[in-house]
């Protein structure tokens, strides 16, 4: 990412559904670190498009804690 696209006004939006555990999660951390959860959702997306970019691409998603969480 450039240097100037990571202060350009967001234009495209997504939803994310959260457990309960996870939202609180969050939170607290966004709390701690005096930024928004949003904020910190951005960080997350873009260091996650960066290791795919590096072939870094093996994630960890235990699929039966997803199925468990109700999503498939």
């Known amino acids: 990412m450039q ?3 990571a202060h350009m006004p967001s234009k ?3 939803t994310v ?3 309960e555990d996870e939202y609180a999660a969050l ?3 966004a709390e701690k670190l005096k930024v928004s959860k949003a904020w910190l959702g951005r960080l997350a997306i873009t260091q ?3 290791r795919a970019q590096n072939d870094e691409t093996q994630l960890p998603l235990p699929l039966t804690q997803l199925k468990q ?3 498939r």
């Open 69 to 71: 969480r109700g999503t």
């Open 3 to 5: 240097q100037n696209e």
């Open 17 to 19: 559904n959260l457990s």
């Open 27 to 29: 939170d607290r951390l």
């Open 48 to 50: 996650l498009i960066e």
């Open 12 to 14: 495209n939006r997504i």
